[in-house]
């Protein structure tokens, strides 16, 4: 099996709330979402979806997913798709970083091998553990009353698990954390992620102020190095994301006992080849994982809940349910949350298919200078 074609269409993500506002006044009405096609010469099709969370979160932007794609695409045909280690080795050797560009192309190649072979990905990524996937519902930044009025209303729908986005002023962050907390069961869990926003000062007194308080902490600084002295002086769980960007860091941090949970995103980490890697080795030492991305619709929605249920169910602390934040569904046959959980397909691959209604023409077409059918082995 070898790569004829690669493609991608963007497509627009409205916000069903209207906006996304997080630390330091960081906001978001419209994701901008980039859905990526590997066409083999068999005539099976893979896709995947990147999707940063605009271009202010992490070095990443969704434009500069399509010139990336522009730029490695023709270095991947001829390549088999199902051949995933050494696909990664050849993009990370035609293209040094930009984890998030290669991203969409290693998840369309994991729905290739699941068709190929007949399997869906999780079965693929190691098996299903148990029925479903349990999900948080991240709370945009708003007053305290807002916050707590939207917890109520998604607690209503059946989730359990909640993300303040804090980091702004920490005052009015106390208060955030404080409102919502009081209106919570004791067996929810809250999690209060300040994106980086916070200095090590403010945050060591957020953490003093709602010390009483069952809240985990997340990201609270900018630097690493910030993040270990705020932990070094709290006993919250701590959760690190934006700092944890490989493997590298993540073995740096389990040395440094500097979180009890990590959260993983599939394009920070550069596609599932390599999110598998580090999810496989915090299973080894025993550190639960928020398993999701930056952001997405119907197809990164599917492949959250690929690696999530092929996680053993003690270390999956949460996922999240991108689709049901948009109001567009760029794919049919992806996950939809019942009663606060998802669970991935028992389709072959992703289990999903474009929904081409909503994704219109495509913006990059890189296809082989042979013909497919004549020259299969075609070459780059
Ligand atoms: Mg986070």
């Known amino acids: 099996m070898k790569i004829t074609r690669i493609f991608a269409h963007r497509v627009e993500l409205p916000l069903v709330e209207g906006s996304y506002k997080w630390s330091g006044g960081k906001s978001v009405s419209v994701f901008d979402?980039?859905?990526?096609?590997?066409?083999t010469e068999t005539g099976l099709v893979g896709y995947g979806e990147v999707c940063p969370l605009g271009p202010f979160y992490l070095p990443a932007y969704a434009a500069g997913v399509?010139?990336?794609l522009r730029e490695l695409a023709p270095h991947l045909l001829g390549y088999d798709p199902r051949e995933l280690t050494k696909l990664n080795q050849r993009m990370d050797a035609a293209l040094k970083g930009h984890a998030?560009?290669?991203?969409?192309?290693d998840v369309a190649c994991w729905d290739l091998l699941g068709k190929a072979t007949g399997l869906p990905i999780c079965t693929l990524l190691g098996?299903?553990?148990?029925?479903?996937?349990?999900?948080?519902?991240?709370?945009?930044?708003?007053?305290?009353?807002?916050?707590?009025r939207k917890v109520a209303g998604y607690r209503a729908e059946g989730y359990t698990r909640f993300q303040l986005k804090v980091g702004g002023d920490p005052d009015i962050d106390i208060e955030r954390i404080r409102a919502v907390r009081a209106m919570l069961a004791p067996t929810d869990?809250?999690?209060?992620?300040?994106?980086?926003?916070?200095?090590?000062?403010?945050?060591?007194?957020?953490?003093?102020?709602v010390r009483?308080?069952?809240?985990?902490?997340?990201?609270?600084?900018?630097?690493?190095?910030?993040?270990?002295?705020v932990r070094r002086h709290t006993d919250h769980p701590f959760v690190l994301d934006e700092n944890v960007d490989g493997l590298e860091m993540l073995l740096r941090a389990k040395a440094d006992l500097a979180m009890d949970v990590v959260n993983l995103k599939i394009s920070k980490l550069g596609g599932l080849t390599k999110t598998r890697q580090v999810r496989d080795l915090c299973v080894s030492m025993g550190l639960a994982m928020t398993l999701e991305d930056s952001w997405g619709g119907d197809v990164t929605t599917a492949a959250i809940a690929h690696l999530a249920h092929s996680t053993p169910e003690e270390l999956r602390f949460t996922s999240t349910d991108f689709n049901s934040y948009v109001t567009v569904c760029n794919a049919s046959g992806a996950p939809q949350r019942m009663n606060?959980?998802?669970?991935?397909?028992?389709?072959?691959?992703?289990?999903?298919?474009?929904?081409?209604d909503a994704l219109g023409p495509p913006v990059i077409d890189v296809t082989s200078h042979h013909d497919a059918a004549a020259s299969p082995a075609a070459t780059v």
């Open 340 to 356: 606060g959980y998802m669970r991935a397909s028992t389709a072959p691959g992703l289990g999903i298919q474009p929904n081409w």
């Open 33 to 39: 979402s980039t859905i990526v096609g590997v066409e």
């Open 127 to 148: 098996g299903r553990f148990g029925d479903q996937v349990r999900l948080y519902r991240a709370i945009s930044q708003e007053s305290p009353e807002e916050m707590a």
């Open 189 to 209: 869990r809250l999690v209060a992620d300040a994106n980086t926003g916070w200095t090590q000062h403010e945050a060591l007194r957020v953490v003093r102020a």
């Open 100 to 105: 998030y560009v290669k991203s969409g192309i």
């Open 66 to 68: 399509r010139t990336g």
């Open 212 to 229: 009483d308080m069952d809240v985990y902490i997340e990201q609270p600084c900018l630097t690493y190095e910030e993040c270990l002295a």
